[in-house]
């Protein structure tokens, strides 16, 4: 069971007024006007972007006509809604969509990932990951590449606990040869991917596509992450990063798409045993 994220909570509680809304036959203005809530409100409450006063979910639980098991259900996503995760302490240093991103990764059950010259994010020791963040943005002080780099390694406590994120990253043979931040911390990374491989068998699994590959769907494209949740209410979101951006995807013809260029790419990738055999080879040649 993944943790509770507020950020879920309140996507969750958003389908479920959106739905219940379209099912009633009423417009986001004619809802928004029942509610006593502007219609602009309404919408970003259906995208949980904004959360409703309890008030105002009572009355809308009265205006939909929600059925009494589930209008608790609705109380409890808005209280859950309320709390603050850990990222928001990183609000100054983070677009909005950045945040999400770290909520909905938060309250994850399982993510798939594909990197074509990095470590993943959730795999990076704290040299490495400060390295790229130097590297990408040369221009922000050294405060906050610590903030950032501390804000990278906090995501990755959901890789432990009674209950870990199920991981499945797949990179390219190309993460392993490239010196970020020099030799030594890249063989310190390849370390820690052979420390977390061993220490995670039931969790994490880390497939290597290597250069031999012919090509895969996902070949030459950017980083992305697949995100699915517990409760099987929720769809599959998708996470894209390129040079220049950042997005949530919440289309499902997209994340389809990315979900079959990441089938292909493991199929492309060596197995488990043998992506760890390469990250030892590329380590010894360090």
Same mark, same amino acid.
């Given at each position: 069971m993944a943790p509770v994220s507020p950020t879920v909570s309140a996507w969750a509680l958003g389908l479920r007024v959106r739905d219940k809304r379209e099912e009633a036959g009423l417009s986001g203005s004619a809802a928004a006007?029942? /509610?006593?809530?502007?219609?602009? &409100?309404?919408? =970003?409450? #259906? @995208?949980?972007?904004k959360n409703l006063s309890a008030d105002r *979910? #009572?009355?809308l639980i009265a205006v939909y006509e929600f059925p009494d098991d589930e209008a608790e259900e609705l109380r409890n996503l808005r209280e859950q809604a309320t709390h @603050?995760?850990?990222?928001?302490? &990183?609000?100054? /240093?983070?677009?909005? =969509?950045?945040? @999400?991103?770290f909520g909905f990764e938060h309250g994850a059950e399982s993510l798939h990932t594909y990197d074509s010259d990095l470590v993943n994010g959730l795999l990076q020791t704290a040299d490495y990951a400060r390295a790229i963040i130097e590297a990408g943005s040369p221009n922000v002080r050294l405060a906050e590449v610590d903030r950032r780099a501390k804000a990278r390694l906090a995501r990755q406590q959901r890789l432990f606990g009674d209950f870990p994120v199920q991981l499945v990253s797949v990179m390219s043979e190309a993460a392993l040869h490239q010196q970020i931040g020099g030799a030594r911390v890249l063989a =310190? %990374?390849?370390?820690?991917? #052979?420390?977390?491989? $061993?220490? *995670?068998? #039931?969790?994490?699994?880390? %497939?290597?596509?290597?250069? $031999?590959?012919?090509?895969?769907?996902?070949?030459?494209?950017?980083?992305? &992450?697949?995100?699915?949740?517990p409760s099987g209410q929720l769809p599959t979101l998708l996470w894209q990063e390129t040079v220049t951006s950042t997005q949530l995807i919440f289309d499902p013809i997209t994340v389809r798409e990315y979900g079959l260029a990441h089938a292909e790419a493991t199929k492309s990738a060596l197995s488990r045993e043998d992506s760890l055999r390469r990250i030892r080879d590329a380590y010894k040649r360090l």
């Open positions: 006007k029942k /509610i006593g809530i502007a219609a602009a &409100y309404l919408s =970003d409450v #259906e @995208r949980g972007k *979910l #009572e009355v @603050r995760g850990w990222w928001s302490k &990183y609000s100054a /240093i983070f677009n909005t =969509d950045m945040l @999400r991103f =310190d %990374q390849l370390m820690h991917l #052979e420390k977390l491989i $061993e220490t *995670l068998p #039931e969790s994490l699994v880390l %497939q290597v596509v290597p250069f $031999e590959a012919t090509g895969h769907h996902a070949m030459g494209g950017s980083s992305f &992450y697949l995100m699915t949740f």
